[in-house]
């Protein structure tokens, strides 16, 4: 059974462009969590989705970053015009039920030249 | 979600067994605590929770106390591959409860 996947593994991007971190969960899995890893610091929730739905944003900064999970296919962490202070890895994690334990991916690192 | 408090950081010698603690003293009755751990730029790797009860898995053993204020996860034989930051985490079971980090142990194992 494979794992979490997450592409593409490095992600080099210059400011204001724009970002697009996939994430394809465990098989079986319809929960993902996205978790954002600056430099030196520790993770930090970013957002929660279910299929077709958005559970919880609460980590998500207000503009620029949106997320995505469709019915087919990866779920999406998109920045747009992205900044230096972007720069980190993004772990997404899946689970398979609200309550059940979430395994992580080995993230995207993202630089903003 | 309660807070917790490790050491920052702890060595350990290989093959020993290595002791990991963990204080959680405001945890609530429905709050579970996970570990997991993070080898260098990797992602976070599950390893063991449990709510009362001591566990055991093919990775580690994780005892609580019985006041559940602390707990200590135990990695039984120490190798080279198990540098990391370990966290230990309390969290509520509940519908898409996201986990919350904190600085969790630097854990050397020297040679």
């Known amino acids: 059974n494979a794992g979490v996947m997450q592409n593409p593994r490095h992600l080099v991007r210059r400011r204001g462009q724009e970002a697009r971190l996939r994430c394809s969960p465990m098989k079986g899995h319809s929960h993902v969590y996205w978790y954002r890893q600056l430099p030196e610091e520790g993770l930090k929730f970013m957002v929660y989705?279910?299929?077709?739905?958005?559970?919880?944003e609460s980590g998500m900064p207000k503009e620029r970053f949106s997320a995505e999970f469709p019915k087919e296919g990866p779920s999406i962490l998109r920045i747009q015009q992205v900044v230096r202070g972007d720069s980190a890895a993004y772990f997404c994690?899946?689970?398979?039920?609200?309550?059940?334990?979430?395994?992580f991916g080995p993230g995207t690192r993202l630089l903003v030249l | 979600d309660a807070k917790t408090t490790q050491p920052p950081s702890m060595d350990c010698a290989e093959g020993r067994a290595a002791n990991l603690p963990c204080n959680h003293s405001?945890?609530?009755?429905?709050?579970?605590v996970y570990w997991y751990r993070q080898i260098h730029s990797q992602g976070p790797q599950y390893i063991i929770h449990?709510?009362?009860n001591n566990e055991t898995n093919e990775m580690a053993s994780l005892i609580i106390t019985e006041d559940r204020k602390s707990s200590t996860l135990i990695l039984p034989h120490a190798t080279l591959r198990d540098t990391a930051v370990y966290y230990c985490i309390v969290r509520v079971r509940a519908a898409g409860n996201k986990l919350t980090f904190g600085g969790g142990t630097r854990v050397l194992v020297k040679p």
């Open positions: 405001t945890i609530s009755g429905n709050e579970y």
């Open positions: 994690a899946s689970s398979l039920g609200t309550e059940e334990t979430q395994y």
């Open positions: 989705l279910q299929k077709e739905n958005i559970i919880d």
């Open positions: 449990g709510l009362k």
